[in-house]
């Protein structure tokens, strides 16, 4: 009697088991066609194809609750009489209601051939669902034929394709829902199934291993532990549930979050799944929606298990590495107070009163292209290991080396009330100190190098900017604009400091000429001042060597264009060099030019500037004879043979005096 009543249940299963098939079969086509009708729904204007698409969409809710009350009906016990009866209802109901979905469709793509939209995306997800409501029809025509339906033969012979269905979700993006990815094995005796997941959770960024037994599967684990183990229940040499116990045994493999994927609707097998270790079930054909739910939630208490055991190991470390990374930007002062406060570390950040000071050196780009990577390298460490112990000196952090520039902030983290002037300090210190750089550069066979920094002072927003993965202290306001802003007017060997910085300095500075500017991106002009000094308790006053101006034997002709940020102008202008010495110059013109002008040159004498990037900076007027202005000008940007080539024009002293 036991032995009947165990061969019923397990017919009971392997019937249910066919028309979990059959139902998956049935319901891709629609799931495709909601799927299509969901984005037309999305980009349809006319209100006559909405109309129509509202019809699709009832037919394609009516076709898939038909197709659960027939299986459903399936299901329960019946005479023969009575289930030709309900089967021949169910097919013609169905008929009816996917011809309506094909029906409508073909009028929406015969009025938009009509109106002239024969082509794009519209037309072409109208003849998919077209496709989709004919693949149903066909599939109605053979349902149904046998009698055999759930025998075993008739399970082979079925045919499922559910990327329709995959593709339909994957439409479906989730805004605002951080994408956690990870290293999932798939272990499932069926190949198609492991090519459907595997192609499902590759395309949310997943790296995928799958394996086709259970046997394969602890071997698999052990080789290269993943994240996440999807695993099938039923499978032929070892099934899921007894990969379960054998990973629970091992200490290693116990913690490894798995999901079983099954095609049987049987409670009683989730639960002995579920009390072995298992995360989670889930049922065959898998739900797209929940499977990326079940992953993330796997994936989401995974992550914050390793980051627990990452920041016990971290603890005990924590001191030594912040010292040492926040030491090469800091003092040691600064970065002990940071370590001692409760939250130095914390995510945020707050307004604080700061100096901020940018520096760049002046044609580096084009710099950059004569020297190799090597060389390049080089001169910039050489630059920045004389630069960042001056800056700790004076308390500043350093915020960001940005290629050959330095934003550095004074007043911040720690909170010092004279920033401003440490800043204007350091900023001498450090014009003065690349003279050493040069000394060096010339000893390297490298070539020298001019720097230009600006100051200013302001409210600005400070703290730790980024997510718990990766974070850096940085700064962010309007001032930070400004400075930038400020930075562009200075040339090599200059301090320039805004209004702002200069108010808030008491000390006594030396001050070299006084600009108003108007910058992009600011709405009122703003007074910067060029500093080569500041008094006690600094006592710190610019050593610049006088550059000497000689004639050249000739004038030389340039062609120039004025800049204004990155736009060059159409006019151009017609100029004479008539004395030059390192990177300066006098000209002489017919055009009147705003002082800080900035200027792209080319000298029709020397062919190359009409390929290289020369740059000049209109400094001052020194005279005016009729029509004919007479300009300093500043080489900013400028390739070493294009200074050669001008200053090979100048007449050497000896010759003068002949």
Not at 159 to 170: K, L
Not at 532 to 546: A, C, D, M, Y
């Amino acid at each position: 009697m036991g032995s009947i009543v165990q061969e019923q249940h397990s017919q009971a299963r392997m019937v249910s088991a066919r028309l979990d098939i059959l139902r998956q079969e049935l319901l891709a086509p629609i799931l495709s066609i909601e799927g299509y009708t969901e984005l037309l729904r999305g980009s349809l204007k006319d209100e006559d194809f909405l109309s129509d698409l509202e019809k699709i969409e009832k037919a394609s809710i009516q076709t898939r609750g038909l197709v659960y009350e027939m299986l459903e009906a399936e299901s329960s016990e019946r005479s023969e009489e009575d289930r030709d009866s309900q089967r021949s209802k169910y097919k013609h109901d169905l008929r009816n209601s996917v011809g309506a979905i094909a029906g409508y469709s073909e009028i929406i793509l015969e009025d938009m051939e009509d109106d002239g939209a024969g082509e794009g995306e519209d037309h072409e997800y109208l003849n998919h669902l077209v496709g989709e409501a004919n693949k149903l029809l066909d599939m109605l025509e053979t349902l149904f034929q046998s009698d055999d339906i759930f025998s075993e033969a008739a399970g082979e012979s079925l045919n499922v394709d559910i990327h329709s269905i995959f593709d339909s979700f994957e439409k479906a993006e989730v805004e605002g829902v951080e994408v956690i990815t990870g290293h999932i094995l798939i272990v499932d005796d069926n190949e198609s199934v492991r090519n459907i997941l595997a192609h499902k959770l590759k395309k949310q960024g997943h790296t995928i291993r799958m394996g086709g037994s259970g046997r394969e599967a602890l071997n698999l684990i052990r080789e290269q532990v993943p994240d996440i183990l999807l695993l099938d229940l039923f499978m032929y040499d070892m099934n899921g549930f007894e990969v379960l116990k054998e990973m629970h045994k091992d200490e290693d493999l116990r913690s490894i979050p798995v999901i079983i994927i099954t095609g049987l609707k049987d409670k009683n097998a989730a639960v002995r799944c579920i009390e072995a270790g298992a995360f989670d079930i889930l049922t065959k054909p898998v739900n797209p929606a929940l499977l990326d739910a079940r992953v993330t939630a796997c994936l989401e208490k995974k992550a914050w298990r390793d980051k627990e055991q990452e920041y016990q190991r971290e603890l005990e470390k924590s001191f030594a590495l912040i010292r040492q990374v926040f030491g090469r930007y800091m003092s040691d002062e600064v970065v002990k107070e940071i370590l001692e406060a409760d939250d130095g570390m914390a995510l945020g950040g707050a307004k604080q009163q700061i100096t901020i000071m940018m520096t760049d050196i002046r044609g580096f780009s084009m710099l950059s292209q004569e020297l190799d990577a090597e060389d390049c390298v080089s001169l910039l460490n050489n630059y920045f290991g004389t630069m960042t112990p001056l800056i700790q000196k004076y308390g500043g952090v350093i915020n960001e080396f940005l290629g050959d520039a330095i934003l550095a902030i004074f007043g911040a983290p720690v909170a010092i009330e004279d920033h401003a002037p440490k800043a204007l300090a350091c900023a001498l210190e450090m014009q003065n100190g690349m003279n050493d750089v040069n000394q060096r550069n010339r000893e390297m066979g490298l070539p020298e190098v001019e720097m230009g920094i600006a100051l200013n002072t302001g409210e600005v927003v400070v703290g730790n900017i980024g997510s718990e993965r990766r974070q850096k202290y940085g700064v962010v306001g309007h001032h930070v604009n400004l400075t930038a802003r400020i930075e562009s007017f200075t040339i090599g060997r200059q301090v320039m400091i805004s209004q702002y910085t200069m108010e808030a300095i008491e000390t006594a500075v030396k001050v070299a000429q006084t600009l108003e500017v108007e910058a992009k991106g600011i709405r009122n002009p703003v007074k910067i001042y060029e500093v080569v000094g500041i008094g006690e308790p600094f006592n710190v006053s610019l050593v610049r060597k006088e550059v000497t101006l000689l004639p050249l034997a000739e004038p030389l002709l340039m062609h120039m264009r004025t800049l204004t940020g990155k736009a060059v102008a159409d006019e151009t202008i017609h100029a004479h060099i008539i004395e030059a010495g390192g990177r300066a110059a006098i000209m002489q013109c017919g055009t009147e030019l705003e002082k800080l002008t900035n200027l792209r040159v080319t000298i029709p004498s020397f062919p190359q500037s009409l390929d290289e990037q020369l740059f000049a900076k209109v400094m001052k007027l020194i005279d005016r004879q009729d029509d004919r202005y007479i300009y300093r000008i500043q080489i900013t940007s400028a390739a070493q043979a294009a200074r050669d080539f001008i200053l090979s024009q100048v007449v050497e002293p000896s010759a003068t005096s002949d």
